[in-house]
């Protein structure tokens, strides 16, 4: 297409999960729950973790920062959801289309560099609990939080501004429910392959040292397991990890499916189904992860819980 007759579309309009009209209300219902639901579980894992002392730890640290990114991922995405299924009119503007895509990619990069940070933590602790507080002490939990923040935020600027520079002249249909890279390339008018090589590019590298992290973390890990004599001790060391290894599966395997393949390759009706994974329901399930399966968070809960009951009664 010549470039003189290209017109950036000024907004586009998001066909969602189902154009069944039937179907609208319940999907309305049933995001409206997940979405309370997230945001109330991980304010309280939050919660939890500022006020109870026994929980200021390096584990702890990392668990309450993934809480923020998971409400956050999900504040981006669920309530322009919320609108567009009872609305009739499902539009979003430009701007706001980019700057949706940009609170979520670096959300999905901090997420996936805390992840891999907390590997490295599983693998002080169990490896060398004696120096556990030494070696992950505030100034290095500080650090390692710092840069994926920062290493989340400048990745998903620099694709933000590349999809900002992209022409959207053919259609501005977009085939899912909130404004993600693979749908955007998939209704540009322009030459896509930068894109396409950025994001096996830079976005690989910021996954590639996650899964680094992730790998050799947990096979010293797991050398270390091995070595234990008895098996009450292999399986303690286990539950410590086994959280995380959950959590780590959902989100590698719904990001993996949706980012590192050619556009060309995209299923829109998978795509979406995925997209909801690691948009409403990984950041929802997280802290039934986290809590479900350790008694100190349990008990930081119940605190919390009473606590709120005793300021509510006066």
């Known amino acids: 297409m010549d470039a003189k007759n290209q017109t950036n579309v000024m907004y586009f309009i998001l066909l969602g999960l189902s154009d069944h009209p039937g ?6 219902m049933l995001f409206l729950v997940m979405y309370l639901v997230g945001l109330l579980s991980n304010s309280s894992i939050m919660a939890a973790i500022t006020s109870d002392p026994q929980l200021h ?13 998971d409400i956050t991922i999900m504040t981006v995405i669920v309530p322009q959801l ?5 609305s009739q009119r499902k ?18 990069g901090i997420n996936l560099l805390l992840l891999g940070a907390m590997a490295y933590d599983r693998y002080v602790a169990i490896c060398n609990p004696l120096h556990y507080l030494m070696v992950m002490d505030r100034k290095v939990c500080s650090q390692l939080v710092a840069a994926s923040w920062i290493a989340g935020l400048l990745n998903s600027l620099l694709h933000s501004m590349m999809i900002a520079r992209l022409s959207f002249c053919s259609s501005n249909l977009i085939e899912s429910f909130f404004c993600d890279i693979p749908p955007l390339l998939k209704v540009s008018c322009s030459d896509t392959s930068v894109n396409e090589l950025l994001i096996l590019t830079e976005s690989l590298s910021v996954i590639l040292v996650s899964v680094l992290s992730i790998v050799a973390s947990y096979a010293r890990i797991i050398i270390a397991i091995v070595s234990i004599n008895s098996s009450e001790g292999r ?3 286990f539950s410590t990890c086994s959280s995380h290894l959950i ?4 989100y590698y395997g719904t990001i993996l499916f949706s980012y590192i393949r050619p556009t060309s390759s995209y299923s829109l009706e998978k795509g979406k189904v995925v997209s909801v994974m690691y948009t ?3 950041p929802m399930l997280n802290p039934f992860i986290y809590s479900l399966r350790n008694g100190q968070m349990k008990q930081a809960l119940r605190k919390a819980f009473r606590r709120c ?6």
């Open 91 to 108: 539009t979003i503007y430009f701007p706001h289309c980019i700057t949706q895509l940009y609170f979520f990619v670096s959300m999905v």
């Open 235 to 237: 399986r303690k060391a």
């Open 309 to 314: 009951l005793c300021c509510n009664n006066f």
């Open 57 to 69: 730890t390096p584990m702890y640290f990392f668990i309450g920062n993934l809480s923020l990114v």
């Open 280 to 282: 409403v329901v990984t």
């Open 82 to 86: 919320l609108v567009n299924t009872i």
């Open 247 to 250: 959590v780590v599966s959902l």
């Open 23 to 28: 179907k609208q209300t319940a999907l309305f």
